[in-house]
């Protein structure tokens, strides 16, 4: 195991390249197991959660080949082998692999995934969906069991709007019978991504992107090749680090569409940033305006932005206020940013931050993959070295972090944890 050092203070200059999409390449990976010859992917980002799911799709039969940036996965052998525990329980988008091994195999058997933790996650919309489309669901010992004759289409209306129940529906529909009408749907861009995947292997879907999303089934789908998105997320992050602490950030390969609510904020805060077709430059200023968010679902401020954004918010003069409406438990950075010297307290959803702060380096743990990035964005701003462990969940989302930093200009470094270091966090 190891631990990260940011050394605050350092201003960052120069350009950074994003990689593909994690929130996409994590369904786009299994929704290759429909396809009955090769799926080519370019641009997966080269993080951990691609390669515990390339070795999931090897593990019941696929064969997955690298080929400088394009993967080549082919499941034309693959069979409906149970999945029960192992590496499907250290994700949480290992669910995906419930709609493709039902959709091709009319079967599945599914351990419960697992991931960041960020509070209750229930997949009951998931379930709602596949029995809706015929399929009896069963939770036996630990494992979700999943069992079909047949699909037929269906109208199914998502009672919480869920990227991973819309996804998950849309993968066991395309080869069902008929028709299926997905409302309240979710939007975001990833979804779009997956049924761009799926209509190029022959699948037939309309709405992708908006909450009503149709699927006509087809017999059988074909291997293609698909380019995928650039990861919203990690531009949202290096957008907050240049807003943190740049002189002149230009942040390539990026869709800026993607992220008008952070750039809304972000410019409400007095950060200078100029729109590209595929590119942003952001400047930073001497001094920054609080500003309250709130999140809520595409196209509102993304979830997954909030824990960078709270870092950044102790470098703004005033008091702001963050709630995050979609995930309970999303404040466990919370008390590793007061250890920094944070001015933060938390009411209920909300989390209540007063700035500027003088924030200190600190030993500090990440709980979650976003979590960790907060805590980056407090290093690089903070006096002193900040230490950080728990970079499992770092490294789940963000690919070549250290290296991106370092061109950057940050001064950031690992090192390995000394065994008693070892004992002490796994015994927090």
């Given at each position: 195991?190891?631990?990260?050092?940011?050394?605050?203070?350092k201003?960052?200059?120069?350009?950074?390249?994003?990689?593909?999409?994690?929130?996409?390449a994590?369904?786009?990976?299994?929704?290759?197991?429909?396809?009955?010859?090769?799926v080519?992917?370019e641009?997966?980002p080269?993080?951990?959660?691609v390669?515990?799911?390339?070795?999931l799709?090897?593990?019941?039969?696929?064969?997955?080949?690298?080929?400088?940036?394009v993967?080549?996965?082919?499941?034309s052998?693959?069979?409906?082998?149970p999945?029960?525990?192992?590496?499907?329980?250290?994700?949480?988008a290992?669910?995906?692999?419930?709609?493709?091994?039902?959709?091709?195999f009319?079967?599945a058997?599914?351990?419960?995934?697992?991931?960041?933790?960020l509070?209750?996650?229930?997949?009951?919309?998931?379930?709602?969906?596949f029995?809706?489309?015929?399929?009896?669901?069963?939770?036996?010992?630990?494992?979700?069991?999943?069992r079909?004759?047949?699909?037929?289409?269906a109208r199914?209306?998502?009672?919480?709007?869920?990227v991973g129940?819309?996804?998950?529906?849309?993968?066991?529909?395309?080869?069902?019978?008929?028709?299926?009408?997905?409302?309240?749907?979710?939007?975001?861009?990833?979804?779009?991504?997956?049924?761009?995947?799926?209509?190029?292997?022959?699948a037939?879907?309309?709405?992708?992107?908006t909450?009503?999303?149709?699927?006509?089934?087809?017999?059988?789908?074909?291997?293609?090749?698909?380019?995928?998105?650039?990861d919203?997320?990690?531009?949202?992050?290096?957008?907050?680090?240049?807003?943190?602490?740049?002189?002149?950030?230009?942040?390539?390969?990026?869709?800026?569409?993607?992220l008008e609510?952070?750039?809304?904020?972000l410019?409400?805060?007095?950060?200078?940033?100029?729109e590209g077709?595929?590119?942003?430059?952001?400047?930073?200023?001497?001094?920054?305006t609080?500003v309250?968010?709130?999140?809520l679902?595409?196209?509102?401020?993304?979830?997954?932005?909030?824990?960078?954004?709270?870092?950044?918010?102790t470098r703004?003069?005033?008091?702001?206020?963050?709630?995050?409406?979609i995930y309970?438990?999303?404040?466990k950075?919370?008390?590793?940013?007061?250890?920094?010297?944070?001015?933060i307290?938390?009411?209920?959803a909300?989390?209540?931050?007063t700035?500027?702060?003088?924030?200190q380096g600190?030993?500090?743990?990440?709980?979650?993959?976003?979590?960790?990035?907060?805590?980056?964005v407090?290093g690089?701003i903070?006096?002193?070295?900040?230490e950080?462990?728990?970079?499992?969940?770092?490294?789940?989302?963000?690919e070549?972090?250290?290296?991106?930093?370092?061109?950057?200009?940050?001064?950031?470094?690992r090192?390995?944890?000394?065994?008693?270091?070892?004992?002490?966090f796994?015994?927090?």
């Amino acid at each position: 195991m190891q631990k990260l050092f940011v050394e605050g203070g350092k201003t960052l200059n120069g350009s950074v390249r994003i990689g593909g999409a994690k929130n996409s390449a994590v369904a786009l990976l299994p929704a290759t197991i429909l396809a009955d010859d090769v799926v080519s992917i370019e641009g997966l980002p080269h993080i951990s959660d691609v390669e515990t799911l390339s070795d999931l799709l090897e593990e019941i039969g696929g064969t997955v080949k690298k080929e400088e940036d394009v993967m080549h996965i082919d499941t034309s052998n693959m069979t409906a082998m149970p999945l029960p525990n192992g590496k499907v329980q250290m994700l949480r988008a290992s669910y995906y692999f419930m709609g493709a091994m039902l959709g091709r195999f009319k079967k599945a058997v599914i351990g419960l995934p697992g991931g960041c933790h960020l509070g209750p996650r229930p997949i009951d919309q998931h379930i709602k969906g596949f029995e809706a489309l015929g399929a009896e669901v069963t939770n036996e010992q630990g494992a979700i069991y999943l069992r079909a004759d047949e699909l037929k289409g269906a109208r199914i209306y998502l009672d919480v709007v869920s990227v991973g129940a819309t996804i998950n529906i849309m993968l066991a529909a395309v080869k069902a019978k008929g028709k299926t009408v997905i409302e309240n749907a979710a939007r975001e861009p990833e979804i779009i991504d997956v049924a761009t995947l799926l209509t190029s292997m022959g699948a037939k879907i309309k709405g992708a992107g908006t909450d009503v999303i149709r699927i006509e089934g087809v017999d059988e789908l074909s291997g293609c090749m698909h380019t995928i998105i650039p990861d919203r997320i990690e531009a949202g992050t290096y957008t907050i680090m240049a807003a943190a602490m740049g002189g002149d950030v230009l942040i390539d390969n990026v869709i800026p569409q993607h992220l008008e609510p952070l750039l809304a904020k972000l410019r409400e805060m007095g950060v200078n940033i100029e729109e590209g077709e595929e590119q942003l430059r952001v400047a930073s200023s001497a001094e920054l305006t609080a500003v309250d968010i709130k999140t809520l679902v595409h196209p509102g401020f993304p979830t997954d932005l909030q824990q960078p954004f709270t870092s950044l918010l102790t470098r703004a003069e005033g008091t702001a206020i963050v709630t995050d409406t979609i995930y309970s438990a999303r404040f466990k950075h919370i008390d590793e940013l007061r250890r920094m010297n944070a001015q933060i307290k938390v009411e209920g959803a909300s989390a209540i931050v007063t700035g500027p702060a003088d924030l200190q380096g600190a030993k500090v743990k990440a709980s979650d993959l976003r979590a960790g990035a907060a805590l980056i964005v407090a290093g690089l701003i903070a006096d002193g070295i900040t230490e950080i462990t728990g970079l499992e969940h770092i490294d789940r989302g963000y690919e070549k972090l250290n290296e991106k930093l370092t061109t950057l200009g940050a001064r950031i470094w690992r090192e390995d944890m000394t065994e008693a270091e070892i004992e002490q966090f796994q015994n927090q």
